[in-house]
């Protein structure tokens, strides 16, 4: 199991990032719209930096949803390796077996 604060942590990232995504959003396209002026654009760019660091997307990390885990992540389940094969050695994911050869 991750530690609660690093899971508290993404989460407070994924909240924010939702939270500014608009506003960040149109920020970033008047810094690259060149219809506007340079200095349009610049004052874009300082509005941008303004935001909070932990509103940008890059900033939040696939976590497993069971254990938090944030390595070996398969982003089609949403959970880690560990947690996948044991689930599956229990039963609980429809249609997937052990393989055996």
Known sequence: MAKKSAINRD???RKLTAKY????????AATMDEALSMEDRFQAQLKLAELPRNSSKTRIHNRCEITGRSK??????????IALRDLASRGQIPGMVKSSW
């Open 11 to 13: 989460l407070k990232r």
């Open 72 to 81: 070996a992540y398969y982003r089609k389940l949403r959970m880690s390796r």
């Open 21 to 28: 995504a608009a506003k960040r959003a149109k920020l970033k």
